[in-house]
T-cell receptor
Framework: GDSVTQTEGQVTVSESKSLIINCTYS????????LFWYVRYPGEGLQLLLK?????QKGSSRGFEATYNKETTSFHLQKASVQESDSAVYYC??????????????FGIGTRVLVRP | GPKVLQIPSHQIIDMGQMVTLNCDPVSNHLYFYWYKQILGQQMEFLVNFYNGKVMEKSKLFKDQFSVERPDGSYFTLKIQPTALEDSAVYFC???????????FGSGTRLTVL
């Protein structure tokens, strides 16, 4: 089946430093899945951070970027300069674009990011 | 932005009893989903629901599970009877279209004793 592997556990980074969260995927049922980063801030529901549906394209939002690399099957999330408000849990996910029954997402395990002042 | 509400945030129940998890989706959304996350594991798809019907379900969606959205109100997940392995956080989501962005609730933590 499909799977998503991302940086596990907690990443601690100082404010204004750079952040990278690794994500690789395996899509056995689909050639080119849609790729997503979701984020959960403390006390809130999961929300979409960015998505890319075309291989080779880059998505960006709130200073975060991720590039859909089909050669390495990766979708790493990066930010050049983090803020305390970026402290959250980040989830990489994929879906089958051809699935007409609804957006069934396959998630990674989540990476907790703690930004220290 | 649009909000999906899940109540309660935590529910404790004895094994063998019935439980209903409630979800108030975004008002004009047409597709509804439940996901399950066991502590320390990935969030996994359970089921999606459209036009009054289950469209797709995973192998985690046991026979003891059922979903409905009576009269366009809450979207519910019922487990009858509950088992110890049903302890998890259950997340509801909704989307306007089948390929549209999912909006998630904050989850209901179910503890089966």
């Amino acid at each position: 089946g499909d799977s998503v592997t991302q940086t596990e556990g907690q990443v601690t980074v100082s404010e204004s430093k750079s952040l990278i969260i690794n994500c690789t995927y395996s899509a056995t049922s689909i050639a080119y899945p849609n790729l997503f980063w979701y984020v959960r801030y403390p006390g809130e529901g999961l929300q979409l951070l960015l998505k890319v549906i075309t291989a080779g394209q880059k998505g960006s939002s709130r200073g975060f970027e991720a590039t859909y690399n089909k050669e390495t099957t990766s979708f790493h999330l990066q930010k050049a300069s983090v803020q305390e408000s970026d402290s959250a849990v980040y989830y990489c996910a994929l879906s089958d674009r051809a699935n007409s029954a609804g957006n069934k997402l396959t998630f990674g395990i989540g990476t907790r990011v703690l930004v220290r002042p | 932005g649009p909000k999906v509400l899940q109540i309660p945030s935590h529910q404790i129940i004895d094994m063998g009893q019935m439980v209903t998890l409630n979800c108030d989706p975004v008002s004009n959304h047409l597709y509804f989903y439940w996901y399950k996350q066991i502590l320390g594991q990935q969030m996994e798809f359970l089921v999606n629901f459209y036009n009054g019907k289950v469209m797709e379900k995973s192998k985690l969606f046991k026979d003891q599970f059922s979903v409905e959205r009576p009269d366009g109100s809450y979207f519910t997940l019922k487990i009858q009877p509950t088992a110890l392995e049903d302890s998890a956080v259950y997340f509801c989501a909704s989307s306007l279209g089948g390929a549209e962005t999912l909006y998630f609730g904050s989850g209901t933590r179910l503890t089966v004793l």
